[in-house]
């Protein structure tokens, strides 16, 4: 019996520094655990000291060492399997549901658009009213029909991605559960808004060797705090993308990109639409963006890049009339016309509100291949020129920053009442607006000074001076106005507006207007 602890002794020392191998060095410890010719010199070494039953409690104790460890392969193998094949049924099944969801949508919008060609061949053709919707009767239960296989294929992908049943806004009803068990973090609520701009511009230099001007960065926060749309116009390579989304990463809350498509018709191509055969509403990136911003304080940007590739008035009139309402409570856009059980908590009655912590940021080309912006977009947005290439600069590495919305806008209601215009600028633009309504018949509007009174404090808070805020906004909102004009008979009335710019703010003080003018002159 001693000579069989003896060797079974040596046995397991050697295969446990195996292990150890095995830790430290994979193959060369496998090939020690399993290094059958040593195993046996070490039988050789002890043999002369077993008797019968050492001999089969050896025999036993290497075949069971050895079982356990083909016990432990054979499940790991098994393990392995099973997650390959799990993995490869679940992207199956993703890929299903996004397919099927495309599929529902062409069907929907071919029925809708043969639709409309039967309704306008029913003059023509003789054929009643009653007899086309008859037809139109038959046909949809034959497309119903059609769409039956292809919903209850949708229905058992669902169950295979264990998504319940009853739910027609998975995406926000999934924002919901992310936010149950929310705590607001801890905000970097420490700079104003001359330090923010600075550290805005050194955090694009350092960060993403993106070069703006001072001003351009002092335009950008002066125009979010006047309006929720802000469009960034001018030649291409400019980085008017790489703005918003530079500041999204600088506010650490990634900048929502959407490119906007030459199709583009409606609403339903930013917030989705419900899909009657599947029951279920096609929600949209920008859907989920806006409905998260009403949960968190934090700074939301939206960005519509090429925002004039389709025409704006179609498919965001109703969100340029809801940011126009005096009281945010009313921002509403319904989605659907009734409310479910299973809708998300903040979708009562099926109408989304829109937040206050979200502002919406245009690109624009203007080339042949694009639409003109209308006066009824220009007058809602803050138009930022970006015409060239930022001039590089040396800047200090600068860290992204979590500033909360609360902040920022606190920050614009007290440069509100710390630089509001003065009475003497307002009586010089009250003249100005006389003038230009005289000889020109283009008046200022309600509008353009209610922006132009909140734009003006917070820019010069942000580091500029009155006089450029003033310069900016009437270049921007007001001269822009003269492109539909017939300029063969403004040309000398041009003349006349820039002296007596030159008699009220001073000679040379509005070079915004004067350049934007002078292009008008040259333009003739």
């Known amino acids: 019996m001693q000579g069989f602890l003896n060797w079974f002794f040596a046995f397991m020392t050697t295969m446990l520094s195996g292990v150890w191998q095995s830790i430290s060095n994979f193959f060369l410890g496998f ?33 069971l060492t050895y079982a356990v460890w083909g016990a432990l392969i054979f499940m790991l193998v098994l393990v392995i399997r099973k997650y390959l094949r799990f993995r490869k049924t679940l992207v199956g099944n993703e890929d299903l549901l996004e397919e099927i969801a495309d599929l529902h949508r062409d069907v929907v919008r071919m029925a809708a658009e043969k639709e409309r060609i039967m309704a306008l061949k029913l003059g023509s053709s003789g054929v009643s009213y009653e007899d086309l919707q008859t037809i139109l009767g038959e046909e949809r239960q034959d497309q119903e029909a059609a769409a039956s296989g292809a919903a209850q294929a949708e229905a058992d992908a669902e169950k295979g991605l264990a998504i319940n049943d009853g739910k027609r806004f998975y995406r926000l009803s999934a924002v919901d559960e992310k936010y149950v068990y929310y705590v607001a973090p801890e905000y970097d609520d420490s700079m104003d808004l001359a330090m923010l701009c600075d550290d805005i511009r050194n955090f694009a230099c350092s960060q993403s060797h993106l070069y703006y001007e001072i001003k351009i960065i002092r ?90 590739i389709a025409r704006v008035e179609y498919y965001f009139a109703e969100m340029l009339s809801i940011l126009e309402m005096p009281d945010p409570s009313e921002w509403k856009i319904e989605l659907v016309p009734s409310s479910w059980d299973t809708d998300p908590k903040h979708l009562p009655d099926g109408k989304l509100q829109i937040p206050q912590n979200v502002w919406y940021i ?27 290439k930022g001039i590089p600069f040396e800047a200090p ?39 230009v309504i005289e000889h020109f018949r283009v008046a200022f509007g309600n509008r353009i000074m209610k922006q132009l009174k909140i734009f003006v404090p917070v820019y010069v808070a942000c580091g500029g001076d009155e006089i450029e805020g003033i310069d900016y906004i009437l270049a921007t909102k007001v001269y822009r106005k003269f492109e539909s004009l017939n300029l063969s008979l403004i040309r000398d009335e041009i003349k006349g507006l820039m002296r007596y710019m030159d008699e009220l703010f001073g000679k040379d003080s509005m070079k915004e207007c004067n350049a934007f003018l002078e292009r008008l002159q040259k333009t003739y």
Do not use: C
Request: hydrophobic share 40%.
């Open 397 to 435: 590495y600068t860290a992204p920053k979590l500033i909360s919305y609360s902040h920022v806008e606190g920050l614009y209601n007290k440069a509100i009442e710390d630089h509001p215009v003065s009475d003497e600028i307002l009586d010089k633009i009250g003249k100005l607006d006389l003038y």
């Open 362 to 388: 245009g690109t624009a080309n203007n080339d042949d291949s694009t639409f003109a912006v209308s006066d009824k977009v220009y007058d809602r947005a803050l138009v930022i020129n970006l015409d060239s």
């Open 31 to 63: 090939v020690r655990v399993f290094n059958f010719p040593v195993y046996f010199d070490l039988v050789g070494q002890y043999k002369k000291q077993f008797n019968a039953i050492d001999w089969v409690l050896t025999i036993l104790a290497f075949i």
């Open 219 to 308: 335009l950008m926060l002066a125009g979010l705090a006047s309006t929720k749309l802000i469009l960034l116009q001018g030649i291409s390579g400019t980085g008017k993308t790489s703005l918003p989304y530079m500041m999204g990463k600088y506010f650490k809350n990634d900048s929502t990109i959407v490119s906007v498509q030459p199709s583009w018709r409606d609403r339903t191509e930013l917030f989705g639409y419900f899909n009657e055969f599947t029951k279920k509403f096609n929600e949209t990136e920008v859907l989920r963006r806006i409905y998260e911003s009403s949960y968190n304080d934090d700074i939301n940007i939206i960005v519509l890049d090429e925002m004039n």
